[in-house]
């Protein structure tokens, strides 16, 4: 916000004593800078308290759990965290940049503590840092890393080459050596591969495997054939990258962008698909609008706000989806939105149980079991494709029963006189047969 102050030019004292002309000066002038000086002072007050709150928050137990950036600092400094680290972050940009006035503000912290240079933050008496837990979005990510559909660069900084020797006149293609490695090895990524005559090679990406056991050697079956797969000596693989090298860059560059391409699209697919949800007594038509409604029941109530009946309905239906359900509900009185217990900055639905103690549940918690059992309902629905087969079978048979009970077709063809020539009337006409 910002704050225009207009002064108004002093009246004149013209006629006025030198004496009285002085004390008039100095009232203007004391009274023109004393409220600016005071506006001052309550938004330095203001910015310091900004400061402290949001650092505490960086450096706080819930945060810690999920932020990698101070979590990965904290555990190398062994609790500690440079000034310089905090002052790089954007919500303290936007306060401050300089270095005094974040040391100020940290002094009247009642979490935090500086070193005797007023280099280092650490949390009071410096306790353990938490282990990080992977958020929902950043589980999905770490799973699809660890998918062997999808390649990704760390996949093609250090890349281990096997060798494939198998019988001299085995005709398979290097297609078909690659999906025999990847039936028997399905974690592993295979990169690249080639073979003719009876030898070829097969790439595989390090990234989190054990390049030891990638490079063991192991048997593969193929067919009838047998395949032996092992490491290269030096002088193969000098002679591997001079006959095969640019080969070697260019499937692997393609097969890096196929897999950019695949996984965009699936992302597309995944946040295009939507799910029918029953709730109680009403049926939504995509999972996120239960979610935007919970959203907004937040939002719009006040800390220890109670819910109506319509609002206590909603969230009673989803809280039967609760791993604790049972628990959370017994003795219940109402259902309120406030703080987080343990998380400051979060706030909740909570449920106030008869002898008045507060509980509090996640109801994202309960919205991602809705959608497990909905998904899994949906599934259930689908008919398996040997199902649908036996079922368009037995309709047809049906049909031709039906139709061996009939006599052949008969075309009659009718035409008006009165009506213009192109039109006329073409009946076919199916005559039951006699018994």
């Known amino acids: 916000f910002f704050f225009l102050m207009i002064r108004r030019p002093p009246r004149s ?8 002309s002085d004390v008039y000066k100095r009232q203007v002038s004391t009274q023109s800078t004393w ?12 910015v310091q308290n900004e400061l402290v709150k949001q650092v505490e928050y960086y ?18 400094k062994k609790g500690f965290v440079d000034l310089d680290a905090i002052l790089k972050c954007n919500k303290i940009k936007a306060m401050t940049q300089d270095k005094a006035k974040l040391i100020e503000a940290i002094k009247t912290s009642t979490k935090l503590e500086l070193n005797k240079e007023l280099t280092l933050i650490s949390r009071k008496g410096n306790p353990p840092v938490p282990e990080l837990v992977a958020s929902g979005k950043r589980k999905e990510r770490e799973e699809e890393k660890d998918n062997p559909l999808y390649i990704t660069d760390n996949d093609l900084l250090a890349p281990v080459i096997l060798k494939i ?16 490695y990847k039936a028997q090895f399905p974690s592993r990524k295979v990169l690249y591969s080639r073979f003719e005559k009876g030898e070829g090679h097969i790439g595989v990406g390090t990234h989190k495997q054990e390049e030891a056991k990638l490079k063991e050697e192991t048997k593969m079956k193929l067919g009838t054939e047998e395949f032996v797969i092992k490491e290269p000596t030096a002088a193969e693989m000098e002679k591997f990258w001079a006959d095969h090298g640019s080969h ?3 499937c692997t560059s393609k097969k890096l962008t196929l897999s950019k391409l695949k996984k965009k699209k699936a992302e597309k697919e995944k946040r295009n698909m939507k799910i029918s949800v029953k709730l109680g007594d009403y049926t939504y038509d995509d999972i996120n609008k239960i979610k935007s409604k919970a959203r907004v029941i937040l939002n719009l109530k006040k800390n220890g706000d109670v819910l109506d009946e319509i ?13 604790r359900a049972a628990d959370k509900m017994k003795d219940m009185k109402e259902i309120i939105v406030d703080n987080h217990p343990t998380y400051e900055n979060t706030r909740c639905f909570l449920v106030v149980h008869n002898d008045g103690t507060k509980e509090d549940f996640s109801i994202a918690k309960c919205i991602e079991k809705l959608k497990e059992t909905a998904e899994k309902e949906q599934a ?3 008919e398996h494709p040997a199902e649908k087969k036996e079922k368009t079978e037995t309709i047809e048979k049906t049909e031709t029963k039906q139709l061996s009970q009939c006599q052949s077709l008969s075309l ?7 009506r213009p020539l192109y039109i006329s009337y073409a009946v076919f006409c199916l005559k039951k047969k006699k018994k």
């Open 13 to 20: 004292t013209q006629g006025v004593s030198s004496a009285a």
């Open 35 to 46: 409220g600016f000086d005071k506006l001052m002072e309550a938004k330095a007050e203001n």
């Open 59 to 76: 450096l706080s137990e819930a945060n810690l759990k999920k932020d990698k950036y101070f979590n990965d600092i904290l555990k190398e």
């Open 165 to 180: 020797t198998g019988p001299v006149d085995a005709k398979n293609s290097w297609r078909e050596i690659e999906a025999a």
């Open 248 to 250: 070697f860059n260019l």
């Open 311 to 323: 609002e206590k309905k909603f969230v009673l239906d989803l809280l039967k989806y609760h791993a």
């Open 380 to 382: 259930e629905k689908k």
């Open 412 to 418: 009659i063809h009718i035409s008006e006189p009165t």
